[in-house]
């Protein structure tokens, strides 16, 4: 009966992680966060974190291999990249 009790249990803890990740998955595609994403706005420094702050105001940390991102400080700019957790890796930006 306690191992009976113990696989139950352990499917439960299986079961639930299974929905967190779906929900996080949901999260991710509602949010635009699979495949390339382009947004517009202005290209702040901060120490050693670039953002992005966008025209609605919020903001967005950015990366990438392709750009010296500093560059473009203050500028206004449209980009097109893909996130990796909640960084936009830069690969194509426009002026």
């Known amino acids: 009966m306690i191992v009976f009790a113990m696989i139950l249990t352990g499917c ?10 779906n929900e996080d998955l949901q ?3 509602s949010e635009g966060r699979v ?3 382009t947004l517009t706005g202005t290209i702040v420094v901060a120490g050693d974190t670039t953002y992005l702050v966008k025209l609605d105001g919020g903001r967005t940390q950015l990366d990438s291999y392709a750009y010296d991102l500093k560059e473009y400080a203050n500028m ?8 990796s957790g909640d960084t936009l890796f830069v690969g194509k930006l426009e002026k």
């Open 76 to 83: 206004q700019v449209v980009i097109t990249g893909q996130y």
């Open 12 to 21: 439960q803890e299986v079961q639930d992680n299974v929905e967190s990740r």
């Open 35 to 37: 495949g390339d994403t």
């Open 27 to 29: 999260k991710i595609e």
